[in-house]
Nanobody, 120 residues
Framework: QVQLVESGGGLVQAGGSLRLSCAASGLTFNWYAMGWFRQTPGHERESVARISQGGMTYYADSVKGRFTISRDDAKKTVYLQMNSLKYEDTAVYYC??????????????WGQGTQVTVSS
């Protein structure tokens, strides 16, 4: 079955960096756009970044210039490099896979999430 497994979360001081990884299995990875989302208690899940099958990227305004999404199709892995972290970046981060080119459709598969905590 399809699995998306995130790793790399943790506790970091404000201004620091973390790199999240999401390893996929059970799917043809290069058929899928990949996204990173985050959620805090009492709030809706929000899109952070997306990378298409061809490598085109999208970022939420709140993370532009600080976060970088990338993918390695050979390793079936998507990454989120997070620099200049802020307290408000604290959240559970999820990766997700979306088949096809319509970025407005629902994502097909989700990981279990990894906690990122930024101390001020």
């Amino acid at each position: 079955q399809v699995q998306l497994v995130e790793s790399g979360g943790g506790l970091v001081q404000a201004g620091g960096s973390l790199r999240l990884s999401c390893a996929a299995s059970g799917l043809t990875f290069n058929w899928y756009a990949m996204g990173w989302f985050r959620q805090t208690p009492g709030h809706e899940r929000e899109s952070v970044a997306r990378i298409s099958q061809g490598g085109m990227t999208y970022y939420a305004d709140s993370v532009k210039g600080r976060f970088t999404i990338s993918r390695d199709d050979a390793k079936k892995t998507v990454y989120l490099q997070m620099n200049s972290l802020k307290y408000e970046d604290t959240a559970v981060y999820y990766c997700a896979a979306q088949i096809g080119s319509n970025q407005n459709r629902e994502y097909d598969y989700w990981g279990q999430g990894t906690q990122v905590t930024v101390s001020s």
